[in-house]
């Protein structure tokens, strides 16, 4: 298990890396476990800690709360009065990520025909 990690950061090695390259440290970070469903539900609504719990289904309190902060440190989230919401570089991500949905959809339609 990675809950003991330190947040990826560019500029520093990450596991599988030493490069210090951007794209090397985000790909360790979102391919944490839990990490994209986190980013995917605050990307649909703000959610405290137990609403986000719930919706996140089976996550450990302890994991959830190790990738909360792992992604308030990496500035991707932030927590306000109504709980946690993505900030703008948090949202940038998500629009990023918008094509590989896309491909995601055609892939799976390929693999159905």
Known sequence: ????????????????????????????????????????????APAGFRELQRRCERMSSSVLSTRLEELAQARLLTLRDDGYRLTPLGQELVDALRPLGDWSRRWADAADA
């Not at 990826?8 to 596991?15: D, N, Q, T, Y």
């Open 1 to 44: 298990m990675d809950t003991g990690a330190a947040t990826p950061r560019p500029g520093a090695p990450v596991r599988g890396s030493a490069s210090g390259r951007p794209i090397m440290a985000a790909l360790d970070l979102l391919g944490r476990r839990w990490t994209m469903r986190i980013v995917w539900e605050l990307s649909q």
